[in-house]
């Protein structure tokens, strides 16, 4: 198997290589600003590496010519941090629609398999937080690929700018396959966790990361947890390690994969940001042998506050997975402590001496 990949050294694409690297069959040829979470493969005589994005200039030329040599491309490259939705909303824009457009371009002039990694923002919110009832109807929550509506909110909430140019590129996307034939596949990715997930603020980066990173961040520096608006909104979480299997799967039947969208997530891990905190904190006790930290403060912040104004909240994402199932033969099995457990002593392995010698430092 021949693959183009960009976006391959973030979090993500660095569990990608590892797993596709790690199989004989598997050649890559990857494009990324970033190498650190990479290092390890650069060298690989099955991995040709270009420390670059992929936007115009050579190396949109070099890929272009690269796609006859491809079974596929893989686009992971995305501004995909919602800290940044509101606040760098035309940067968000132009990575995530226009920089992407010409890669759908090149492979729908080469009728190239394009893997698109989209996002489940493209579905917003759901219809019952819009209809405020208590009956338990699936049908108002459930986000189902082919059926679900997509909701957003008005234009002056810029949160969802990423959801806005994610979803026209699916469209896009869409509509080359439905004009000219080229096939597609378009992963809606529901809150992967994993090692090597974003970064610490103040030790590998700036500003504000995803949730796992800040509560991380928040426990290693002794800085309150903060939950935003109350800590309501639910999450599904997936081990990193098995999505990635869902596309190992995805990439090995073509023929079931292509022409359709997958929610890869795990519906048996919802959580609130609130109860994820609490389980975070009682975790890193464990980890460091230090009964406090069960106690580590959590504190309430606004929305606004937190993110700054535009900020507006998915408030439940429950995958329909029927897909997953049913034509991958995916079905991730690892619970919330069990993906846990190990992604905060990574975290814990990497940064507790750093962010301790760095805040002494300050
Ligand atoms: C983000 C991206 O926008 C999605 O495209 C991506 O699919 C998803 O991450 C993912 O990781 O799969 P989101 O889940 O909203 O979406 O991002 P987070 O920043 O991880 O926020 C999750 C929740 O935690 C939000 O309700 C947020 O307000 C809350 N949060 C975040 C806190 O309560 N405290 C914090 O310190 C940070």
Known sequence: ????????????????????LSRSDVEVEGWDPEVSKIAKHVGNPRFTFHQAPCIDGVE?????????????????AAICNPAQYNTRPLDVIRTNLFDSYPIVEACARANKWLVYFSTSEVYGRTLSSYTQTEVDDPGLYELREDQTPLIMGPVSNQRWTYACAKQMMERIIYAHHATSG???????????FGPRMDYIPRSDGDGIPRVLACFMAALLRGDPIKLVDGGEARRTIVAIEEAVEAIVSMLDRPL?????????????????????????REIYAEITEDPAYSDHPIIDVSSETFYGPGYEDCDRRMPDLTHAHTLLD????RNLREILLPTMRDYHARYANATHLDDTAR
Not at 60 to 73: H, M, T
Not at 182 to 192: C, D, G, Q, S
């Open 60 to 76: 949109l030329r070099r890929l272009e010519e690269r796609l006859a040599w491809a079974d596929a491309l893989i686009n992971l």
């Open 1 to 20: 198997m021949k693959l183009l990949i960009l976006g391959c050294g973030g979090f993500v694409g660095s569990h990608l290589l590892d797993r596709l």
């Open 330 to 333: 995916w079905h991730p099995r």
């Open 256 to 280: 079931k994969a292509q022409n359709r969208i997958f929610n890869i997530g795990n519906r048996n891990n919802e959580v609130t940001m609130r109860r994820l905190a609490e389980m975070m």
């Open 182 to 192: 080229m096939p597609f596949t378009i992963i809606r990715p529901l809150n992967f």
